[in-house]
């Protein structure tokens, strides 16, 4: 965790400073090493988690002793409560038998301290109770890993955007620059008498065309660092560095033995195993709490922790409900249906994994296709283009048909650069969906 922070500070300074663009980049293992020390969310994770485990505390304070310190006043004319008092603060006499004087006493202070303890020896309700935060605290806790999980996938399909966007950009630049050379060819044959001066302006209008695309593919270069930037928990914008993402894609088994221990399905687990617990929970409140205690009582009419009279108790108790209206059957039954009810859950949650490995694994197949696909369709558009071209510049094709042939290559750029991050986006899911991402991309053993 140190190393993750130290490298969380040094990309902060980074992104403070005043450097060049490049100083601003990082790579998506150093992205996703960041958003897993600075997002929003996973710091949340985190806090819940640690209130969680609080409740195991809670849970084992009922099996610990209780001491309790008390210090009371009493001010009072009844007769049973000042007999007592006096006798407490030893100082009673053989005048406090007179019939007057048990009858109608005068009004008598009593300064009660006091030193307790209890001590539960027998009781079941809170030895499941303890189990029960215990297992819940292993459930958020997988609800955190996984969490983790989400996050890095996250901020791996947002960083392939910006990728993306960054590509968006060049092959629009790259379309700007194909244009305008269209317009200087067209305005050399204008200029010459071989050519049209329509010619000119439909080569005048695609070179507008070209750069309103130029502006807008910019503008979602800008949105999509920003979006990084929110992942990584930073206000600011981050650019990713140019890299080829590689993803090992494993074969089905894999994913799907995997699967098996997602983080997910562990937590909805470890529930199930609790609902189980309810059960006994609400079985426990038929069986008695037995425990022992006792008290030291000092007792004075001047003061406040005055010694006059001091005495002390010792107890054992046993405390059993024997009717309790029948809740005690009610709450049982309504925790075996929760049992039932978690189960279905976590059997259909069970399905529905291997179904999404399933749905995942196909989709790497036919993001990989399609990104075969895509490039072979790029050497066909920029090889037509180019005869086009040659045709054009020898009078052998109208302009319009050089501006066709232009489009489907500027088509066919942005798809192939789209099929691409596709595929490495559709492996990256995969690995997600069988819980393995921060395994597959090193971040994580």
């Not at 002793?65 to 007592?84: C, D």
């Not at 060049?170 to 305005?187: F, G, P």
């Not at 005048?204 to 695309?213: G, L």
């Amino acid at each position: 965790m140190m190393k993750y922070g130290i490298v969380a500070l040094m990309v902060v300074a980074l992104f403070s400073g005043t450097g060049s663009c490049a100083e601003n980049k990082v790579t998506l293992a150093e992205a996703i090493k960041i958003a897993l020390e600075r997002n929003h969310e996973i710091k949340a994770h985190q806090h819940a988690l640690s209130a969680q485990y609080q409740d195991i505390g809670i849970a084992r304070s009922f099996l610990l002793p209780k001491v309790i310190f008390e210090e009371r006043f009493l001010r009072t004319n009844n007769p049973t409560y000042s007999f007592m008092a006096k006798l407490n603060q030893e100082r009673f006499t053989t005048d406090d038998f007179a019939i007057g004087s048990l009858n109608n006493p005068k009004p008598l202070s009593d300064f009660q301290t006091s030193l307790s303890f209890e001590q539960l020896l027998f009781v079941p309700k809170a030895n499941v109770g303890l189990g029960m935060a215990k297992l819940e605290y292993a459930a958020q806790d997988n609800d955190y890993r996984r969490k983790r999980e989400e996050i890095a996938f996250k901020v791996s399909r947002t960083f392939l955007m910006v990728t993306t966007a960054q590509e968006y950009v060049k092959a629009a630049r790259q379309t700007v620059e194909d244009t305008k050379e269209h317009l200087r060819i067209a305005e050399l044959r204008y200029d010459s008498g071989l050519g049209l001066y329509s010619d000119v302006l439909r080569a005048s209008t695609a070179v507008t065309d070209a750069e309103q695309r130029l502006v807008s593919a910019q503008k979602n270069l800008d949105v999509a660092k920003r979006a990084l930037g929110l992942l990584l928990g930073m206000t600011e914008a981050v650019e990713a560095a140019e890299e080829t993402v590689m993803v090992p894609l494993m074969d089905l088994s894999y994913y799907n033995n995997a699967s098996l221990s997602r983080n997910d399905v562990r937590a909805l687990t470890a529930r199930f195993e609790n609902t189980k617990k309810s059960v006994k929970l609400a079985e426990a409140g038929y069986l008695p709490t037995v425990g022992i205690g006792g008290t030291y009582q000092l007792n004075d009419h001047r003061k406040p922790i005055g010694s006059e009279g001091d005495s002390w108790q010792l107890m054992a108790f046993l405390r059993w409900e024997l009717f309790d209206g029948t809740k005690r059957e009610h709450e049982r039954a309504k925790a075996k249906s929760r049992v039932a009810e978690t189960q279905e859950y976590l059997e259909g949650l069970r399905d529905a994994v291997s179904f999404q490995v399933y749905e995942s694994y196909l989709g790497v197949n036919e993001a990989k296709k399609n990104a075969e696909l895509s490039q072979s369709a790029l050497k066909t558009a920029e090889e037509g283009r180019r005869l086009v071209q040659v045709r054009y510049e020898n009078s052998l094709s109208p302009l319009i048909d050089l501006l066709d042939a232009q489009t489907s290559l500027d088509h066919a750029r942005a798809s192939a650069v789209a099929r691409e991050n596709e595929y490495t986006t559709a492996v990256l899911n995969l690995s997600y969906q069988s819980g393995t991402i921060l395994k597959d991309l090193k971040i994580e053993e």
